[in-house]
């Protein structure tokens, strides 16, 4: 198979960077697109699983949210989006965030609910307000997990945000679906191991921040969290452990 | 709506592919995954191994997988076998976590007691550990088969069969009442699967409901 020494001498042909259409431009426009469709989940999912997971109203709607969304083909999505709104930014966006708003949401109603209720109980009756009780007790603590959502989210996008191209936009989809499309297999390899690489190298930073954001002082001793697609199962498995665990621990 | 309902037959024929692609990588990841997952569960060296080869397959964009399984295996590309390899990775990376991970959760009187009346060491973990670790595998599971049945059309876009066939006709016919009937049948058999592993899950665990009734009385 040689396919895979023309994918790389392309790779490493410096002039295949440059220009409109070059690699460096399709980066680019891979990463706005996941830029955007992750900041638009972001600012949707993570104010409801904030107010859910504070309030603890409506777990049901979260659990049922998230199966649905997930349940919902992407591909089918952008390109109804396409034939209904043009081309654009806008179908692109929203076929992505059905894939973004699962984990974030999942994640920060996972992360608040979880917080331990002796923990705002104590916060509560020092005299903050819910607010407070909200932003200085809760969001700290569940900051890991909502991270969780965010690096499952991020990846998820940048994975899929390939079918893009199907839609006549760019990113690095062009490269695997035009290679595929005039047979050129090596091009659409170019493509596969560009987006694998992004991937890599976005989910190894996030995971970082992920590490990071875990409030105390032990956490060099802490081993690397591995999230993935855990904070949505959580959700699943937590719903139906959580009733009896609280009663045992409450009294 | 309406072109569903006028090509039932064939919504029936891409339902099958579709149902095939998906869901033997699915059963084939659970074979492969419950062993592997119950061996290195006990050896923190051999099991941090796995987590982290489990990670970076798991990073790998699926759509890539398919354009790339064939310079690693003698398939050719576009074969319907590269599909069922890649997804069959995917469901082995992220249950071969969830497997050591449920048995961890076994409660430990439940475990000792199991000692106590004399099981031996495999025997323990075939029919107490295994068992009680089925309510968490049956969560990974239904993420594992509605993100399989997603990925499946997805693939339409490199010419993988099934219901996504439909989003790329629709689209390039410029008819959107078949991408509508794609999303809604593909909607639809998601959460028929999704339902399905869930009542399995529960049909296999009778007890617990009864745990959970005696754990709400304590």
């Given at each position: ?236 498995t937590?719903?139906a ?11 | ?29 659970l074979?492969?995954?419950v062993?592997?997952g119950a ?56 249950l071969?976590?969830a497997v050591?991970e449920a048995l961890?959760a076994v409660?430990?009187?439940a ?14 973990l075939l029919k107490v550990e295994l068992p009680l670790a089925v309510p968490v595998l049956t969560a990974s599971l239904r ?54 592993i869930l009542l399995g899950g529960r049909l296999a665990t009778p007890w617990t409901r009864?745990r ?7």
């Amino acid at each position: 198979m040689n396919f895979l020494q023309q994918a790389l001498d392309f790779i490493f042909t410096g002039s295949n960077w440059a220009g409109r259409a070059g690699l460096g431009a399709r980066i680019v426009e891979h990463l706005q697109y996941t830029a955007v469709a992750v900041g638009v989940s972001a600012l949707i999912a993570i104010p409801i699983g904030l107010l859910i997971g504070h309030t603890g109203r409506g777990s049901f709607l979260v659990v049922t949210t998230v199966n649905a969304l997930r349940a919902l083909p992407t591909l089918g999505v952008l390109l109804l989006g396409v034939l209904l709104w043009g081309l654009g930014l806008l179908p692109p966006t929203v076929a992505l965030c059905l894939l973004g708003i699962p984990p974030l949401l999942a994640g920060t109603y996972a992360g608040i609910a979880n917080v331990d209720p002796r923990i705002t109980d104590a916060a509560r009756s020092m005299g903050m307000t819910e607010q407070r009780v909200l932003t200085r007790v809760e969001l700290p603590l569940a900051m890991p997990l909502i991270l969780g959502g965010l690096r499952t989210a991020t990846l998820q996008v940048v994975a899929t945000a390939t079918i893009a191209a199907y839609a006549s936009l760019g990113g690095l989809g062009r490269y695997l679906i035009d290679g595929i499309k005039v047979r050129q297999f090596y091009l659409a390899l170019v493509g596969a191991l560009l987006v694998t690489v992004l991937a890599l190298m976005i989910d190894g930073l996030l995971a970082l921040a992920v590490w990071a954001s875990v409030p105390g002082a032990d956490r060099m001793r802490r081993r690397m969290p591995q999230p993935l697609l855990d904070d949505e199962v959580r959700v699943d498995t937590g719903a139906a452990a959580r009733p009896a665990s609280l009663t045992v621990e409450g009294w | 709506m309406r072109y569903l309902l006028n090509h039932l037959d064939t919504a029936w024929a891409l339902t099958l592919i579709h149902l095939r692609l998906s869901l033997i990588p699915v059963l084939l990841g659970l074979l492969i995954a419950v062993p592997l997952g119950a061996l290195v569960w006990r050896n923190p060296t051999l099991r941090r191994l796995t987590t982290l080869t489990a990670s970076i397959i798991f990073t790998i964009p699926s759509l890539a997988l398919f354009v790339v399984l064939p310079l690693i295996i003698p398939t050719r590309i576009l074969d319907e076998t590269n599909v069922i390899v890649a997804l069959t990775l995917y469901t082995t990376a992220l249950l071969v976590r969830a497997v050591p991970e449920a048995l961890d959760a076994v409660p430990a009187d439940a475990r000792d007691a199991a000692t106590a009346v004399g099981y031996t060491r495999i025997g323990q973990l075939l029919k107490v550990e295994l068992p009680l670790a089925v309510p968490v595998l049956t969560a990974s599971l239904r993420v594992v088969a509605v993100t399989n049945i997603s990925m499946v059309a997805v693939g339409s876009v490199i010419g993988i069969g099934g219901l996504g066939t439909w989003f790329t006709e629709g689209y390039q016919a410029d008819k959107s009442d078949q991408i509508i009937a794609g999303i809604i049948a593909i909607f639809v058999i998601a959460i028929v699967i999704d339902v399905a592993i869930l009542l399995g899950g529960r049909l296999a665990t009778p007890w617990t409901r009864s745990r959970m009734r005696a754990g709400a009385a304590a």
